[in-house]
């Protein structure tokens, strides 16, 4: 069943890979729990104890409203086809923003996706697995283009006016810092 490991071996940073979806979960000490699904090949194993995943931007921020206040980051996998299995991987994240030094360096890690907004880099100290076996099986039907279209409609400045009116807070009134620190 269920095996715990304190780093990412090799054929789990294979599985990670082959994923097209992954739940980001986090949460402040007094506010809501945050779970958010993510695609579009945005995700990133850098060594066996760190991944860095791009935001693009969305209707909400609530991640990176946490992390900065709270660094504390799971990441779950689930296979929708072939053996199944959910993984879990627990660890601290900090936000990059692309004032940051370590934005050029690190975007260039994943293709062009329109509506950047931030990198969250996560150390990893506890990698977990379980079954699965109550997971479905889903077929993989491909990418949706509807956000990279609605971002690259809105164009740059757009897009910032949108972080100005959408995404400095998180539900709970948390600052995400995302104007001061993408200008």
């Known amino acids: 069943m269920g095996k715990r490991y304190s780093q990412i071996p090799d054929k789990l940073k294979q599985f990670i890979e082959e994923q097209k979806i992954f739940f980001v979960g986090t949460a402040t000490a007094d506010g809501r729990i945050n779970v958010s699904p993510k695609g579009m090949d945005s995700l990133r194993v850098l060594d066996a104890n760190r991944v860095l995943w791009l935001s693009v931007t969305g209707s909400g921020n609530e991640t990176s409203a946490h992390v900065q206040e709270n660094p504390r980051m799971t990441i779950m996998f689930a296979a929708l086809d072939g053996n199944p299995m959910i993984l879990r991987l627990y660890g601290s994240a900090r936000v990059i923003h692309k004032n940051d030094p370590d934005w050029k360096d690190k975007i260039t890690l994943f293709g062009s996706l329109p509506g950047a907004r931030q990198i969250f ?48 807070e998180s539900i709970d009134g948390k600052k995400t810092h995302i104007i001061e620190k993408n200008a």
């Open 121 to 168: 880099d996560m150390t990893v100290d506890l990698v977990q697995t379980s079954c699965g076996m109550g997971v479905p099986f889903y077929e993989y039907a491909g990418e949706r283009e509807q956000l990279n279209e609605w971002a690259n409609k809105k164009g740059e400045e757009g897009i910032k006016e949108y972080w100005r009116e959408k995404n400095q």
